[in-house]
């Protein structure tokens, strides 16, 4: 089946750093979507992609899905202390359920 | 957009007995589906819940041990039966906001099991 892997698995910055997670499939998605999960909450969608080479940008926050539609990246520029949270990637499986990654959680020190 | 009302928000439960997890949306629905984080992972799908037909069950999920319901398509439950220490996670209730599969998720605030 599907398997979504993501790294790194941890990030420690420091605010004003940018920070980069990446994710890999081992097969070919139709999409990919990011969540944004912070401690002790729920994760919270932030953005979907769907065509081959894709970027899309979100203030700080670029997302990438690569041509072979099987790899994705998020990207943030200039951390600042309220992006602390996990992200996740996640894949549509056969069954329209998500399928996600392991997910990074981002750590920013003021 | 959907909001979903999941409760009990966290439990404390002893081995050996069962929770009933509820899930209500305020929207009609096609699917519900069913997820389990264990501390510091990812989300596992257990199963997906339809209406009208029994749930669909993730690998290493079974029936047995998580009964679900879903009488309507705006309300689910999960049972987590029979409970061990094993057990204890968050389960999170997920429905989409569209048609499938080009849309975003939304999840509830989870039930914070802990098994004793």
């Known amino acids: 089946g599907q398997q979504v892997m993501q790294i790194p698995q941890y990030q420690h910055v420091q605010e004003g750093e940018d920070f980069t997670t990446y994710c890999n499939s081992s097969t070919t998605l139709s999409n990919i979507q990011w969540y944004k999960q912070r401690p002790g909450g729920h994760p919270v969608f932030l953005i979907q992609?769907?065509?081959?080479?894709e970027v899309k940008k979100q203030k700080r926050l670029t997302f990438q899905f690569g041509e072979a539609k099987k790899n994705s990246s998020l990207h943030i520029t200039a951390t600042q202390t309220t992006d602390v949270g996990t992200y996740f990637c996640?894949?549509?499986?056969?069954?329209?359920?998500?399928?996600f990654g392991k997910g990074t959680s981002l750590l920013v020190t003021p | 957009s959907a909001v979903i009302s999941q409760k009990p928000s966290r439990d404390i439960c002893q081995r050996g007995t069962s929770l009933t997890i509820q899930c209500q949306v305020d929207s009609q629905v096609t699917m519900m589906f069913w997820y389990r984080q264990q501390p510091g992972q990812s989300l596992t799908l257990i199963a997906t819940a339809n209406q009208g037909s029994e749930a669909t069950y993730e690998s290493g999920f079974v029936i047995d041990k998580f009964p679900i319901s879903r009488p309507n398509l705006t309300f689910s439950t999960l049972t987590v039966s029979n409970m061990s220490p094993e057990d204890s996670s968050i389960y999170l209730c997920?429905?989409?906001?569209?048609?499938?599969?080009?849309?975003?998720?939304?999840f509830g605030q989870g039930t914070r099991l802990t098994v004793v």
């Open positions: 996640a894949g549509v499986n056969s069954g329209y359920a998500l399928n």
């Open positions: 992609l769907v065509k081959s080479g």
């Open positions: 997920s429905v989409a906001g569209g048609i499938l599969p080009n849309t975003e998720a939304f």
